[in-house]
């Protein structure tokens, strides 16, 4: 693996960037769902920065216990802090702790990245929202008085009433959607506000992610079984319904739903469609006032599952850094024309050589909140 990693130095020359590190990441028996996802959240820098500021942290408040997010921290910072340029870690403690905390990942099968990726933000969401809640606890008994001043402590009498947290993790991937539902019959607009770290689209072939986006924002009409009540006719009411973005995210995931379930077959079947991702994206489908509607974002990362079917198969990631575009396979890790991205939109034919689709897209705001 030296030579690859050499390999990789000799083809980037003095355009290596300063200070980065291109490290591939072991395999402990089909863990490629893990890596491939640990890959494109290495370069999501907003996280990683957060992840290596958290890490040193730590290290200055001394012990603390184990959890998911202290492991992946710790990894990030070990790569970030490697002598080399280029080479291979093993995410083994890492690793170790998904299994323990769930046991989906438990097996040696083939698992979900996408599944994976929903796991991961949500537990690192929990482990930083308990967090928050014992400093506030430690921090005197005052505080509970103050929310008491600010009329903030509605519903508390039973205790169990728990405000939410904006943890750095929703900063970076959550966005909003507004889900409107409008009554035929009196035209009132019921609005409901749903919060998102990523969106799973339906798919269709050739299509494109322009397209997906706008399927997932078309009006539905409720009617026969799936009336609608609405609270003006106090009754059941034909009524047309859309979720639109409200408020875009800082980092999108989309993540494509390629494995859908075939009733006659009685299993899943992975939809080799092809769906065109651009490297620039504008979202069609926010809400008129909607801050930055329109939005822009650039693609930096794909998960691509590599295999003809979803219970076996292989995960790699493409990532965008510098400018460049890598190549990440676990252990190996290339160099690759921003050209070759493209082959990875899927295929016109049902049954096609090319088994290489991407998955899961993270792309990046163009207008950065901070």
Known sequence: MGSSGSKLEKAL???????????????????????????????????????LEYSAQNKTIGETEDNLLTCLSELFTQINSQKKKTGVIAPKRFVQRV??????????MHQDAHEFLNFLLNELVDILEKEARAAKSNSGKQAPLEKLQNGALNGMANGNHKEPMVTWVHKIFQGTLTNETR?????????????????SLDIEQNSSITSCLRN???TETLNAEDKFFCD???????????????????????????????EQLGRYKKLSYR???????????????????????????????????????????????????????????????????????????????????????FYESLEPKH
């Not at 299994?99 to 040696?108: A, I």
């Not at 047309?240 to 390629?258: E, N, V």
């Not at 651009?278 to 926010?286: A, D, I, R």
Request: glycine share 6%.
């Open 99 to 108: 299994k323990k905390q769930n046991e989906l990942f438990r097996s040696y």
């Open 216 to 218: 997932f924002s078309s």
């Open 275 to 361: 769906v065109v991702f651009p490297l620039e994206l504008k979202l069609c489908n926010t809400t008129d006032d909607a801050p930055g509607s329109e939005a822009e974002y650039s693609l930096f990362a794909v998960v691509v599952h590599v295999g003809s079917g979803p219970n076996h198969g292989h995960y790699v990631s493409l990532v965008k850094s510098h400018n460049h575009w890598l190549f990440f396979d676990d252990e190996n890790v290339e160099i690759i024309d921003e050209s070759v991205v493209q082959t990875f939109f899927g295929s016109t034919q049902e049954y096609s050589n090319n088994t290489d689709h991407g998955y899961i897209l």
């Open 183 to 199: 009554c035929l019959r009196c035209e009132t607009i019921t609005a409901r506000d749903e919060t998102f770290l990523d969106l």
């Open 13 to 51: 020359g003095d355009q290596f960037p300063e200070g980065e590190r291109y490290f591939g990441l072991e395999n402990f028996g089909n863990t490629c769902y893990c890596n491939s996802v640990l890959q494109a959240l290495y370069f999501c820098l907003p996280f990683r920065d957060q992840l």
């Open 232 to 262: 003006k006719c106090c009754s059941l009411q034909e009524a047309q319904k859309r979720m639109k973005i409200k408020s875009p995210p800082r980092i999108l995931a989309l993540h494509l739903k390629r494995f859908k379930y075939i």
